[in-house]
């Protein structure tokens, strides 16, 4: 007779890569050992029928204990991060290594590897955030990050850690020569200095003119010129944060020609408009973040491409601050949009919020959501074992009460932002338990983890393969 198993997770709805399946998942050590029914003894079982069984999620655009490019830290560590995930059904998180301008990308990582050492509790990798490529050993650098297993590259084209087209173009040359995925802020600089300006100058300053001061055009405009390169370069992209109707349909139309080219959305463009930043006074900065909500009209084109293919991700991109002196409203209590810090907490939310449209009111449905949520960003960005329930798989798995109904309080998440963006909204489905690698780190919606838990995850390869460059 063989040993027990670890743990037995009994007669729920297992969503597998195959489907939907009413069956036992078990568990030996940290990783998935069989899937089926009467699988024999464990050491713990857990009774999950009448839920649903899911890949943890991953949520692979956070900003965590960093710098923004207006010099204002996020209100969250890595302890209050994760914590925050966890409880939302996440268990793999990639966040940003942020270069300072003149400081070297060795140090950059490290410097977040000891943080994330220290605090996280559940698993995570970085993107490389690359704002100055003129210091010392850049090039060598990069190139021994990326062999190291970080494997993807942030860059902007707006903000004041932007680069120019060349450099732009030099970084995705190195990345493909060394096997890296370049992900990429994708909004026009000069539309928005222009657009900003003209709003400054007529003393348009209230928080709900930060939608004006970043027109649409200034993704398409962005979105379009990425694709070329990359159609170009033949080097793999992925497009931030996508949110209008022209920006999913220039990803489309790339896609169409066979530009290696992925892309992502997010919550507040798929359930919120512009006009969430209609609120009193300065209220109004607390939904503020880049590139700014739309309308309702571009919330049915992103979810239209998300459901036909043409968007791959729905990621958070958790970009936390504070509504006091030390987040937002750090330029003084009556600062204008171009003060107040660009962001909203997401890590906890994400999850919920997908589940509800997508399972609960059958937007999708359970195979589409753990797929958009946690199967296609292990594949993209290459996290091995990660994002599926499948035998061998790491045991990275979180339980759902479809029945269970929450409604968003003021401030009841488990970060330090100090407000819920959701605040009134309800949803149907919560994530009550969590495993990591097979340890509970979540029980019946408590946390029952410990800081450091989380483990860096190495990207040996890239997941997605450069195609020839165009002649």
């Known amino acids: 007779m063989s040993d027990p198993f670890d743990l037995c997770i009994t007669g729920g709805m297992v969503v597998t890569p195959a489907g939907v399946v009413t069956a036992d998942i078990a568990v030996r050590g940290d990783a998935i050992a069989a899937i089926g029914t009467d699988l024999g003894a464990a050491t713990t079982t857990i009774d999950a029928c009448g839920k649903y069984v899911m890949p943890g999620g991953i949520d692979p655009h956070a900003h965590i204990e960093?710098?923004?490019?207006?010099?204002?830290?996020?209100?969250?560590?890595?302890?209050?991060?994760?914590?925050?995930?966890?409880?939302?059904?996440?268990?793999?998180?990639?966040?940003?290594?942020?270069?300072?301008?003149?400081?070297?990308?060795?140090?950059?990582?490290?410097?977040?590897?000891?943080?994330?050492?220290?605090?996280?509790?559940?698993?995570?990798?970085?993107?490389m955030t690359v704002t100055d490529t003129g210091v010392p050993d850049f090039a060598d650098d990069l190139a021994a990050l990326i062999a190291a297993g970080n494997r993807s590259i942030k860059v902007f084209?707006?903000?004041?850690?932007?680069?120019?087209?060349?450099?732009?173009?030099?970084?995705?040359?190195?990345?493909?020569?060394?096997?890296?995925?370049?992900?990429?802020?994708?909004?026009?600089?000069?539309?928005?200095?222009?657009?900003?300006?003209?709003?400054?100058?007529?003393?348009?300053?209230?928080?709900?003119?930060?939608?004006?001061s970043r027109p649409r055009m200034a993704e398409i405009e962005a979105v379009e010129r990425i694709c070329r390169f990359a159609e170009y370069l033949g080097q793999p992209v992925m497009l931030f944060h996508i949110s209008t109707t022209e920006g999913a349909a220039a990803v489309q139309a790339a896609r169409t020609r066979g530009a290696p080219v992925w892309a992502e959305t997010c919550p507040h463009y798929l359930f919120m408009t512009a006009d969430i930043l209609r609120q009193p006074g300065q209220e109004g900065g607390k939904w503020m973040c880049s590139p700014p909500q739309r309308q309702v009209a571009d919330q049915e084109a992103l979810w239209s491409a998300l459901l036909e293919g043409d968007l791959q991700i729905v990621s958070s991109d958790h970009a936390p601050y504070r509504f006091?002196?030390?987040?937002?409203?750090?330029?003084?209590?009556?600062?204008?949009?171009?003060?107040?810090?660009?962001?909203?907490?997401?890590?906890?939310?994400?999850?919920?919020?997908?589940?509800?449209?997508?399972?609960?009111?059958?937007?999708?449905?359970?195979?589409?959501?753990?797929?958009?949520?946690?199967?296609?960003?292990?594949?993209?960005?290459?996290?091995?074992?990660?994002?599926?329930?499948?035998?061998?798989?790491?045991?990275?798995?979180?339980?759902?009460?479809?029945?269970?109904?929450?409604?968003?309080?003021?401030?009841?998440?488990?970060?330090?932002?100090?407000?819920?963006?959701?605040?009134?909204?309800?949803?149907?489905?919560?994530?009550?338990?969590?495993?990591?690698?097979?340890?509970?780190?979540?029980?019946?919606?408590?946390?029952?983890?410990?800081?450091?838990?989380?483990?860096?995850?190495?990207?040996?390869?890239?997941?997605?393969?450069?195609?020839?460059?165009?002649?």
């Open 157 to 212: 084209t707006t903000y004041n850690i932007q680069l120019s087209d060349a450099q732009i173009l030099s970084v995705m040359s190195s990345a493909r020569a060394h096997g890296a995925l370049v992900c990429v802020h994708a909004e026009t600089d000069a539309i928005i200095t222009q657009a900003k300006s003209t709003l400054l100058n007529a003393g348009k300053t209230a928080p709900h003119y930060h939608a004006a």
């Open 66 to 127: 960093q710098m923004s490019g207006m010099g204002v830290m996020n209100a969250d560590t890595f302890e209050t991060a994760t914590r925050s995930a966890a409880l939302g059904g996440t268990t793999s998180v990639i966040s940003f290594a942020a270069q300072a301008k003149g400081a070297r990308l060795a140090q950059t990582v490290a410097d977040y590897s000891a943080r994330a050492t220290r605090g996280a509790m559940i698993d995570y990798a970085f993107h």
């Open 324 to 471: 006091d002196a030390t987040g937002k409203l750090s330029a003084g209590p009556d600062a204008g949009f171009h003060e107040i810090a660009n962001g909203l907490p997401g890590l906890e939310t994400r999850l919920p919020l997908m589940f509800d449209a997508m399972v609960s009111q059958g937007r999708g449905g359970p195979e589409a959501f753990a797929r958009l949520t946690a199967t296609a960003p292990a594949e993209i960005y290459g996290l091995p074992r990660k994002g599926a329930l499948a035998v061998g798989m790491h045991a990275d798995i979180t339980l759902w009460d479809p029945e269970k109904t929450v409604t968003y309080g003021e401030n009841d998440l488990h970060d330090n932002v100090g407000y819920n963006p959701w605040v009134g909204r309800t949803v149907t489905g919560w994530p009550t338990d969590v495993w990591l690698r097979g340890a509970r780190i979540v029980t019946n919606g408590a946390l029952t983890t410990t800081p450091g838990t989380g483990r860096k995850i190495d990207r040996p390869t890239l997941a997605v393969t450069p195609t020839a460059p165009q002649s």
